[in-house]
Every structure is written in C-alpha cells, then in structure tokens.
Nanobody, 116 residues
Framework: VRLVESGGALVQAGGSLKLSCLASGMITSVFNSNGWGWYSQAPGMQRELVASMTTSRTTNYADSVRGRFTISRDSSRKRVYLQMNSLEPEDTAFYYC????????WGQGTQVTVSS
C-alpha cells in the first residue's frame, strides 16, 4: 500500500484548497476498517494530527483548524480528502494522510504555502 497525497499549492490568505490522498493498492474492506487522519508538519516542527475521521465517520479537528477544515472520504475511490477554507499563513506546512494509528508508510506529502 502506498499513500499518495496531492492538491497542495501556494495560495493567498483567505483562500481555499482541497487536498486528496489515495490509498493505492489497498482493498476497499481494509480501507473501510481504518480511521483516517490528516497530519501537518511545519518546518522544524513535529508532525501533528489536524483532522481525523473514525470508522463510524465521527470527525475531530485540532483547535487551530476547527471550523475551517473538513475531512471526508470516498471508500469507493479509496481516497481521503481535506477541504481547507479561510487559509492562514500559520497553515503553511507539508500535509500527510495516514490511518489514525499511523500504521502505513508515510507518503511524500503535499506542500501548502499560504502567503499573507
């Protein structure tokens, strides 16, 4: 299984992006048996969980993104998405997806840069 993130870009503050993560090579039943999360890693900082969705589709968000970011998933496509609205310069980071247990090899991430 390989995680492939995409959708990052350079945007102005206040803008929006939608990130996508493909769990390549994962069968649907295994995809559905996992909770999923989006993690951010800013330069010089540790990777942290910013959005999560359990197997029952319960979502949770870090305080810094709550109300601005929305996590979703499409099991048929084996994709996890992160809709990012009202972006702030503080959101600048590499973004990664993984299971909530971080059980898969990390992908290359996708870079989000928010200019002020």
């Amino acid at each position: 299984v390989r995680l492939v993130e995409s959708g990052g870009a350079l945007v102005q503050a206040g803008g929006s992006l939608k990130l996508s993560c493909l769990a390549s090579g994962m069968i649907t039943s295994v995809f559905n048996s996992n909770g999923w999360g989006w993690y951010s890693q800013a330069p010089g900082m540790q990777r942290e969980l910013v959005a999560s969705m359990t197997t029952s589709r319960t979502t949770n968000y870090a305080d810094s993104v709550r109300g601005r970011f929305t996590i979703s998933r499409d099991s048929s496509r084996k994709r996890v998405y992160l809709q990012m609205n009202s972006l702030e310069p503080e959101d600048t980071a590499f973004y990664y997806c993984n299971t909530l247990e971080s059980s898969l090899p990390w992908g290359q991430g996708t870079q989000v840069t928010v200019s002020s």
